[in-house]
C-alpha cells in the first residue's frame, strides 16, 4: 500500500561526498520509475526517471539504478552539495485501469558543510 | 514551455468554513490533472485524479471534493473544514495517456484553527 502515514527516515552526508538514497517498490508489474527532489516549502521537482527496460539511467551528478529482481530503486547524487539538502521521493507508475503514480515514504537529505 | 500555478499560496480558514483551492495549468491540452496533500514530514496522499473535464475519481473518502470545468483548471472544494484538512496541498499535471512524469506546482498550505 501507500506510504503516507509513515515518518520520514534521514541521512546526513558531509559536503563533498557521494549520497546514495534507497527505495523498495512492491509491484513488479510497475515498469516506470521517478525520482523527485522537494524543498521545504515547495512542490516535488521532477530528477531523473528510468524505465524497466534499462537497470541504469545518468544524469547531471545524479545516477538512478533499478534492481528488478529485488524490486530495488537507488539514487545517487555525486559530490553532494548543500543545495541538495532536501526530501527525495522515489515514485513507481502501476499497469492498473488507469495511469497513476505511486509515492514512496521519503528520504530527508541533510548535507553538512 | 508548461507551468502550473495554484492559489492562494497560504490559507488560514477556521473550522467549518468552505474551502476552494484553484490550480490551473498552461501550455498544454487535455492533462491529466490531481490533488495530493502532504502533512508535515509526510509522504504524498493522492486526493483525486482527472483524466478530462467533468471526470474526476477519488481516492479516499474524505471531507473533500474536486471538480473539472475547464481542461486545464482543477478545484480542491470542502463545505466544511475540520482541524484534520491542514496540511500542504499540491497539484500535479501529466500528459494525457501515457506513463509520463507528473509535474508539481508550487503547492497551498493550509492551516485550519
Known amino acids: 500500500g501507500e506510504s503516507v502515514g509513515l515518518h520520514l527516515p534521514t541521512l546526513s552526508v558531509q559536503e563533498g561526498d557521494n549520497s546514495i538514497i534507497n527505495c523498495a517498490y512492491s509491484n513488479s508489474a510497475s515498469d516506470y520509475f521517478i525520482w523527485y527532489k522537494q524543498e521545504s516549502g515547495k512542490g516535488p521537482q521532477f530528477i531523473i526517471d528510468?524505465?524497466?527496460?534499462?537497470d541504469k539511467r545518468q544524469g547531471q551528478r545524479v545516477t538512478v539504478l533499478l534492481n528488478k529482481t529485488v524490486k530495488h530503486l537507488s539514487l545517487q547524487i555525486a559530490a553532494t552539495q548543500p543545495g541538495d539538502s532536501a526530501v527525495y521521493f522515489c515514485?513507481?507508475?502501476?499497469?492498473?485501469?488507469?495511469?497513476?503514480?505511486?509515492f514512496g515514504p521519503g528520504t530527508s537529505l541533510s548535507v553538512i558543510p | 514551455s508548461q507551468t502550473i500555478h495554484q492559489w492562494p499560496a497560504t490559507l488560514v480558514q477556521p473550522v467549518g468554513s468552505p474551502l476552494s483551492l484553484e490550480c490551473t495549468v498552461e501550455?498544454?491540452?487535455?492533462?491529466?490533472l490531481y490533488w495530493y496533500r502532504q502533512a508535515a514530514g509526510r509522504g504524498l496522499q493522492l486526493l483525486f485524479y482527472?483524466?478530462?473535464?467533468?471526470?474526476i475519481s477519488s481516492e479516499v473518502p474524505q471531507n473533500l471534493s474536486a471538480s473539472r470545468p475547464q481542461d486545464r483548471q482543477f478545484i480542491l472544494s470542502s463545505k466544511k473544514l475540520l482541524l484534520s484538512d491542514s496540511g500542504f496541498y499540491l497539484c500535479?499535471?501529466?500528459?494525457?495517456?501515457?506513463?509520463?512524469?507528473?509535474?508539481f506546482g508550487p503547492g497551498t498550505r493550509l492551516l485550519v484553527l
Open positions: 482527472s483524466v478530462g473535464i467533468g471526470q
Open positions: 501550455g498544454t491540452s487535455n492533462p491529466n
Open positions: 528510468i524505465r524497466s527496460n534499462m
Open positions: 515514485a513507481e507508475n502501476r499497469e492498473t485501469s488507469y495511469d497513476k503514480v505511486i
Open positions: 500535479a499535471w501529466s500528459p494525457w495517456g501515457g506513463k509520463e512524469t507528473q509535474y
